[in-house]
C-alpha cells in the first residue's frame, strides 16, 4: 500500500515512555502504533514514520526547531497528501502558529497532534488523535495548519493550552473550531483560510533565518522591576517585545519606569505589540486612559491575538530579513487567520 501521509514524530508524551526518571521521549515509535490501533489500520490511510533525531521534550523547543520542520516538510512535500506532526502539548501553540505564519493557506494538509497520556498507558487518548489526524490528513485540503485534539480540530494559528490536567487541553478562545470530529464528523468549510490567503511552500520557509532570542515576552504585573526593562533594552538581539498587558490593554500609565521603557524601546528600534494577558476578548486601544498614548508611542495592537500567535509572527517577520520598518508595516497584514478583523 502507497503511504498517503508522513507522520514526523518529535517527541512529547504522546510518544513518551515511563522511565527511571519520569516521563521520556521514545524512539521506535510506529511499532507502538500499530500494536495499539491494531486492525483500525486497515480502514485507515496508510502512513510513513520519520522521527527527529534526538528526540525532544517540547519544553526545549526553540525556532530552530520549527525551521527544522520546514525543511522536512520540504523535502518530503511532493510524495505525501498530509503531514501529521507528532509534538509535545507544553509549546503546541507555539510551533502550530509558527508553521501557521510559514505556510499560509497550505497546499498539502499540515496536522499538529498529541496527547495527554502517553500511546499506550491506561485511558490514553493518543488512538483516538492519531486515527482522527490520519483520516484528515488524507482528506480535502483543509488549508489551515491545524491541530487534531479531544475531537476537534482548531486553528494553528489561534491556540492555546487551557489546561495540564484534562484532556481538553487546548482551545481557540477568540475563535470557533473548524471541525467537531463526533460520531458524523463537521467541518465548516465556511470557517477555513479563504482565497485571499496566500500560500506559501516549505521551502521559502526552510530558507528563513530565525534568530535566538528575537523576541522577548513581557507580561506586566503590579510593581514591576525596572531590571526587566532595562535587560530587554540592553538586549541587542532582541528586536522585538510582545507586551501582554492587563485587560482591555491597560498599563501602569503612572509608572514612569515603564513609559521611559517604551520611549527608549521605540528609540532603539524594537518593534513593542500591545496583546491582552485574558483568555478570551482582545485589547481596545484608548478605551481607558490607562491605555492611552500607547498608539502615538509606536505601540502595534495584537487585537484578539493570542500571546504565542504574536511572538510567532514577530519572529517570522523578522525571519524574513525584515528591518523594523517593515515589520511595522506588515504586521497589519492577515497572515493565517491569527486575529478577528
Same mark, same amino acid.
Given at each position: 500500500? &502507497? ?16 522511565? =527511571?526518571?519520569?516521563?521520556? =521521549? ?77 505556510? $499560509? ?66 482551545? &481557540?478562545?477568540?475563535?470557533? =473550531? ?114 492611552? $498614548? ?48
Amino acid at each position: 500500500m &502507497t503511504a498517503e501521509v508522513l507522520i514526523l514524530h518529535t517527541g512529547g508524551t504522546i510518544g513518551m515512555v515511563p522511565g =527511571p526518571h519520569g516521563l521520556a =521521549p521514545a524512539p521506535g515509535l510506529r511499532q507502538r502504533i500499530e500494536q495499539q490501533l491494531g486492525s483500525s489500520l486497515q480502514q485507515l490511510p496508510g502512513f510513513d514514520l520519520l522521527e527527529i533525531d534526538p528526540l525532544i521534550d517540547s519544553a526545549n523547543i526553540t525556532p530552530a526547531h520549527w525551521q527544522q520542520l520546514a525543511a522536512l516538510l520540504a523535502e518530503h512535500w511532493e510524495r505525501y497528501r498530509g503531514f501529521i506532526i507528532l509534538h509535545g502539548t507544553d509549546t503546541m501553540a507555539y510551533s502550530a502558529a509558527a508553521l501557521a505564519f510559514m505556510l $499560509g493557506a497550505s497546499e498539502r494538509n499540515v496536522l499538529f497532534t498529541g496527547s495527554q497520556v502517553p500511546l499506550g498507558l491506561p485511558r490514553s487518548d493518543a488512538v483516538a488523535h492519531l486515527q482522527a489526524a490520519l483520516q484528515l490528513a488524507a482528506g480535502p485540503r483543509l488549508r489551515n495548519v491545524s491541530l487534531v485534539f479531544n475531537n476537534r480540530l482548531l486553528n494553528g494559528s489561534r491556540l492555546r493550552k487551557v489546561s495540564s490536567q484534562q484532556f481538553h487541553a487546548f482551545d &481557540t478562545p477568540n475563535a470557533a =473550531p473548524l471541525a467537531e470530529l463526533n460520531i458524523r464528523p463537521q467541518l465548516y468549510t465556511e470557517r477555513l483560510l479563504g482565497e485571499a490567503i496566500a500560500s506559501r511552500h516549505p521551502r521559502e520557509a526552510a530558507a528563513l533565518d530565525f534568530q535566538p532570542g528575537a523576541v522577548a515576552m513581557l507580561c506586566l504585573h503590579p510593581s514591576m522591576p525596572p531590571a526587566l526593562y532595562d535587560a530587554i533594552l540592553a538586549d541587542s538581539n532582541c528586536k522585538a517585545v510582545v507586551l501582554q498587558s492587563f485587560g482591555a490593554g491597560n498599563v501602569p500609565s503612572r509608572d514612569p519606569a515603564f513609559d521611559a521603557f517604551i520611549k527608549r524601546a521605540g528609540a532603539r528600534g524594537k518593534v513593542v505589540v500591545n496583546v491582552t494577558q485574558c483568555l478570551q476578548g482582545g485589547i481596545s486601544p484608548g478605551t481607558y486612559a490607562a491605555s492611552a $498614548g500607547l498608539q502615538d508611542q509606536g505601540v502595534l495592537s495584537g487585537g484578539d491575538m493570542t500571546p504565542e500567535a504574536a511572538f510567532c509572527k514577530l519572529h517570522w517577520l523578522l525571519a524574513g530579513g525584515r528591518d523594523t520598518a517593515a515589520v511595522i508595516r506588515d504586521w497589519s497584514l492577515n497572515l493565517s487567520d491569527e486575529r478577528t478583523i
